[in-house]
């Protein structure tokens, strides 16, 4: 299933996005590096003075490839070897600095593409982080074509139901798509996003978007 991309451009313009400004912000951004071996930028939504919403990125000097390669030798990433749980990070920080703090995105820059986390419930990148890792690279044969293609951008989680003009109002039922429902894949070779269903590793085709829309 093709979708115009404007659909899933970020909506950080939007948003009253600053650079982060918090106690234990250096620590913090040391940990990440140490982890995941790599350039951090943490920014923040200022539009809510009750809780911190941040904006991470990540960039590394590794391919997609290269970097579910090193996440499987748990060379990078190293959740089980060190336990490291960015949710315990973001636990600390709540502590000390008595607000409320979520992670509202989550990207990866690589030198081939581009992963980007958005939240869809509360805690919800912080939990799941190292199952959505784990799922790149269980479908990189699918998503990639057969290593035929490396998307450029890859969107975790898309809700088709949004995509149909359905809202998800409740934050219950967005817990429950969680990460592993459909992602928007971006190729070279494509005007348009692609819709990857994660649960049958394959593309939805066009034809299963017009018999869900009459």
């Not at 039922?173 to 394959?202: C, L, P, R």
Request: aromatic share 12%.
């Amino acid at each position: 299933m093709r979708i115009n991309p404007e659909k899933f451009n970020h909506n950080l313009e939007t948003r009253n996005i600053k650079n982060a400004s918090f106690i234990g912000l250096d620590a913090f951004i040391n940990n990440l590096e140490k982890h995941f071996f790599s350039e951090i930028s943490i920014r923040e939504d200022a539009s809510d003075s009750e809780k911190l919403n941040l904006v991470i990125e990540l960039s590394c000097d590794l391919t997609l490839w290269e970097l579910i390669h090193q996440y499987n030798l748990e060379n990078w990433g190293t959740f089980n070897t060190s336990k490291f749980s960015l949710s315990n990070e973001i636990s600390a920080l709540e502590r000390i600095n008595d607000i409320r703090i979520d992670v509202d995105e989550f990207s990866i820059v690589l030198k081939d593409t581009t992963l980007i986390i958005d939240k869809i419930y509360n805690q919800s990148i912080g939990e799941q982080l190292e199952h959505i890792l784990h799922e790149l690279g269980i479908h990189y044969v699918h998503y990639t074509k057969n290593y035929s293609e490396v998307p450029y951008e890859i969107f975790v989680a898309v809700f088709v139901e949004n995509l149909m003009q359905a809202e998800l109002t409740s934050n219950n039922s967005k817990k429950n798509h969680g990460y592993s429902s459909f992602w928007a894949i971006y190729f070279e070779s494509e005007i348009d996003a692609v819709i990857y269903d994660v649960q049958n590793s394959t593309f939805l085709n066009e034809n299963l978007y017009m018999k869900i829309n009459k």
